[in-house]
């Protein structure tokens, strides 16, 4: 599994992420998308998706960054700081599923592997990052 137990709670707990794309001129896009977490990946899907500039700049260019994050009730790390997150850095593969994610969702979803994890504030006080093995 590549996210920790403390990690997979985290992402479990939300539904709302940020996916950047580069665009074909080369200018980052960064979309509001809706995420599943799988034990090695993640699957982003969303309405039509296959006709969305964040599919077409996923096929072009694989490579994107996921934000998930939020603030804290209560002071989780150093100064008194609530902010808290994980960003996922990897690639992406193309897949279509048998039934969508969720329904009014189209059946295409972006699988996003991780090959970075940065954490801030998620598993205590403080900032980590890690390369996966994927």
């Given at each position: ?62 490579r ?70 994927g």
């Amino acid at each position: 599994m590549i996210f920790t137990d403390v990690e997979r709670a985290y992402l479990a707990a939300r539904d709302l992420a940020r996916l950047a794309t580069v665009g074909p001129g080369g200018a980052p896009y960064n979309h509001p998308v809706a995420f599943w977490v799988n034990p090695d990946s993640i699957d982003i899907g969303g309405p039509d998706l296959a006709a969305t500039r964040k599919f077409r700049n996923a096929v072009a260019e694989p490579r994107v960054s996921l934000v998930i994050d939020d603030t804290a009730p209560e002071p989780v790390g150093p100064g008194g700081q609530r902010g808290r997150g994980i960003e996922i850095r990897g690639t992406v593969e193309i897949i279509q599923l048998s039934e969508p994610l969720m329904q009014g969702f189209s059946r295409d979803v972006l699988r996003v592997h991780p090959r970075r994890i940065f954490s801030w504030n998620v598993a205590g006080p403080g900032a980590y990052g890690r390369d996966t093995a994927g």
